[in-house]
């Protein structure tokens, strides 16, 4: 392609994209068209012969915007959904652009030292031991299974068996302890590792969802030998935190290794006011965190950070992976992650960091967690409208005709939610809680504020109320 029709096509990408974050008050809350309409759209012959650059660019954000969720946007609390930042999405414009392929720093110079230096700002921000290694990995999922990697390759060194050479077989049974409550992607973590995703002890949660200390004393005392403990800060619908100042204490007087899943809830560890939610997390031996979740970069980002760093390169690598690194100290990024060749995400998460700062961080979530709760207490002041959970985060779990039995409850639930998705001022979805249908808010996107916040806690009563006099 020719310089002109470089710029061309680059300039269409621009212009289709910044129309989408700039117009996105005039854009419908809801995606447009449903899997099937989008699937029907795209739906073609595979294309036998070139399509001209322009055409397929336009042809592809034609389609694609009719079926795009406004998680960008400040009215979107379904899952937990960070909003793609426009700093983060800047860089990542130009990761794309520059096609570096992060695998070593010689491949990859900046991008490797970018990675180096973002991989310090976040042990300082999250309070981290400052040792620690860093993997820059895809989500929280893929930074489970790291971490776990490492737990399961080192607590099986200490047993005196080698499993990155030797695999599992005929190796001394691990121990698997973890919190009833855990999130699913990290039973697929251990099923990815050989672990099994039932082969585990599951302990008893509190209401809130958080590990009972004393289920947990008396399940580690039925543990011998090589074990691992999963343990919690930021639980999808409730927020809760594991007792990490209790329970890690007691994990290392067996010997296990102590994994935290904090996919969100590490983040609170950046805001002073929510800090001692995690209080003794320090003191574990590895932890999983999401980028794209609280950092709000884009897709996709997570941190796979493991104290140990000869244990996470054990795990991540076949070449020299007994060795320290060079002499010259440089960082390969392919040792701490599962993939040779990948994108450069050391520099959204920089560009990130560097935007915010760490009093922006901490002042993010802080709002965060402030307009959760307020929204909370908002509707818990409609007649048959409940918070199911104490709102220590930015988590919150909402029932809607909570004045009627289980299942009337559940109807009205999810018609409400039917209902808020329908009118399209703002958007949240379902999850189920202690065998109830809930609505579950997670206050996450960078432009969610009280006022934003005001307008979508009406358009919910707004629904409700329709739902209630309906039906
Ligand atoms: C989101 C989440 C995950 C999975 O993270 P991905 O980035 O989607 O891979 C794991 N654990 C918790 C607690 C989460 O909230």
Redesign the pocket.
Known sequence: MTPYEIRRLFTIAHERAVRFRTERDLWPQSPRQNYAACRADFDAALPEDPVPPEEVIAELADRAERGLQMSTGPRFFAW?IGSSHPVGVAADMMVSAWGQNTGNHQAAPSASAAETVTAKWLLELLHLPGQASVGFV?????A?MVCLAAARGEVLRRAGWDADSQGLFGAPPVSVLIGDDA?T??FSALQFLGLGHDRVVRVATDAQGAIVPAAFASALAEVSGPSIVIL?A?Q?NTGACDAFATLIPLAHGKGAWVHV?G???LWARANPGTFALTEGMEQADSWAT?G??WLQTPYDS?FAIVKDEVAHRRAMTIAASYLPMTAEGERDPTHYVPELSRRARGFPAWAMIKALGRSGIAEMVNRHCTVARSMAQALAREPGVAVLNDVVMNQAIIRFGADKDVAEGDAITQKTIARIQQDGECFAGGARWRGQQVMRLSVIGFDTDEAEAERSVAAMLRAYRNVRQSG
């Not at 895809?138 to 893929?142: D, N, R, S």
């Open positions: 937990v895809t989500g929280a999922t893929v489970n999130h992607t990290v919690q930021g999808i899943d996919a969100f809830g999401d794209h979740k997570g």
